[in-house]
């Protein structure tokens, strides 16, 4: 997995509502398509599960299943309740994680 994209404003008036929007890069081989040189079968190597938490608590939780296109983009909004971090995670298959978190100010 590399470096995750995201897009969310800094700052959110109180009780505003905004978008979030996240990508991370990742090949998620479903386990059927098979290796175009050798022809053996590419093993299932997905992102299995998406957590989204606001100040700690889950906002948005996803399981993830092989029929998933590769580099998972996710698109959802939330309610500026608070200043504080929104954090990000990604787990695959080999039960490896990724986090990215971003820091919001509500005026």
Not at 75 to 98: P, Q, R, V
């Given at each position: 997995?590399?470096?995750?994209?995201?897009?969310i404003?800094?700052t959110?008036?109180?009780?505003?509502?905004?978008?979030?929007?996240?990508?991370?890069?990742?090949?998620?081989?479903?386990?059927?398509?098979?290796?175009?040189?050798?022809?053996?079968?590419?093993?299932?190597?997905?992102?299995?599960?998406?957590?989204?938490?606001?100040?700690?608590?889950?906002?948005?939780?996803?399981?993830?299943?092989?029929?998933?296109?590769?580099?998972?983009?996710?698109?959802?909004?939330?309610?500026?309740?608070?200043?504080?971090?929104?954090?990000?995670?990604?787990?695959?298959?080999?039960?490896?994680s990724i986090?990215?978190?971003?820091t919001?100010?509500?005026?």
């Amino acid at each position: 997995m590399s470096k995750p994209r995201l897009r969310i404003p800094k700052t959110v008036k109180k009780d505003e509502i905004f978008p979030v929007k996240a990508m991370v890069h990742h090949p998620m081989h479903n386990g059927r398509r098979k290796d175009k040189i050798t022809g053996r079968i590419i093993p299932r190597f997905i992102i299995n599960k998406f957590i989204c938490e606001y100040n700690g608590r889950r906002v948005f939780v996803a399981d993830l299943y092989t029929s998933m296109s590769e580099n998972p983009y996710f698109s959802f909004y939330l309610k500026g309740k608070e200043s504080g971090a929104i954090t990000f995670t990604w787990t695959d298959d080999n039960g490896e994680s990724i986090t990215a978190s971003h820091t919001i100010t509500v005026q």
